[in-house]
């Protein structure tokens, strides 16, 4: 597996590749890699010729009071999960690789989109993680590019500036990963102590509630939104921010459940934020 730290060193091998006609596929990631990552870098593997995962901690999506200095990192782990599920390259840039200490562009999208859900507490969230996707889209500039479900949001959000960017790319989402206990797989589980671990699994308790009244035919958002609160609140070590059904597409809030739905939640313990989420099915 190649290792590349420089914008440079990625479009000269990315420009051989189409030179000898391979299509290429883009995993975004900000490392710390997990089987959520390596699930999206096999789905990569099976569609694309040659894969490309991006191992960056991106600053612009941090908030000054958020956990960008104490985000987990292990690059060599990361290198070894990458290269064990064949990733062809990994580009791992410097922070100043990427951004100018005086870099002034942004890419937004200004509408309610990014002020949903996860941006009613990270305001500025969606515009750092839309500006360094872009920039990865330029460098790279891959046939496909994979996100996972986990993050729906961001997912949608990412699909909405594909479109409207005009950028030639397709975004595959892919289904989330789990614990064997049912947490859904992320960096931040690593924050948890052993109590808060245990207590985490309202989230994905949460889910499967909702997930069987919407199968029951509960058709009131604000009914199946309440009883995964309920179930939430009564882990005390759970402080939840928000449950919300919103559509699948614009993440506009929604009053009746039906299929496309998208029902997320993010639920604190102590500093630790999770999300999880479920969309209805047809
Ligand atoms: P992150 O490193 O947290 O920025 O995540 C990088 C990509 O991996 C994003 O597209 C996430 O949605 C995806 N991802 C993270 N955790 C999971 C998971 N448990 N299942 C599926 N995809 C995931």
């Given at each position: 597996m190649i290792i590349a730290t420089t914008i440079q060193e990625v479009r000269a091998q990315v420009a051989a590749w189409r030179k000898e006609g391979l299509t290429v596929g883009l995993v975004p990631t900000m490392g710390y890699l997990h089987e959520g990552h390596a699930s999206l870098v096999d789905r990569a593997v099976s569609m694309c010729d040659r894969v490309v995962a991006s191992d960056f901690v991106n600053p612009t999506q941090f908030a000054p009071n958020e956990d960008l200095d104490s985000y987990p990192r292990d690059f060599d782990h990361d290198c070894a999960l990458l290269e064990e599920h064949g990733c062809h390259m990994v580009f791992y840039p410097a922070v100043s690789e990427l951004y100018a200490p005086d870099a002034a562009t942004y890419v937004e999208i200004q509408s309610d989109m990014p002020k949903q859900l996860c941006g009613?507490?990270?305001?500025t969230h969606f515009k750092g993680v839309c500006t360094v996707v872009s920039k990865l889209f330029n460098i790279v500039q891959p046939d496909k590019a994979f996100f996972g479900q986990k993050d729906a949001q961001q997912l949608a959000i990412i699909r909405r500036m594909v479109r409207e960017l005009s950028y030639g790319i397709e975004i595959i989402g892919c289904p989330i990963v789990r614990e064997a206990d049912g947490l859904a797989k992320s960096s931040r589980n690593t924050y948890l102590n052993p109590d808060q671990r245990k207590a985490a699994l309202v989230l994905s308790q949460a889910v499967a509630l909702g997930q069987r009244l919407a199968a029951e035919g509960e058709t009131s958002a604000a009914k199946l939104v309440g009883a995964m609160t309920d179930h939430i609140g009564r882990e005390p070590l759970a402080r939840i921010d928000y449950v919300s059904a919103v559509d699948g597409v614009t993440m506009e809030p929604v009053d009746t459940i039906k299929p496309g739905v998208l029902v997320a939640m993010a639920v604190y313990f102590d500093k630790t934020r999770l999300i999880d989420n479920f969309t209805v099915e047809g």
């Open positions: 009613k507490t990270r305001p």
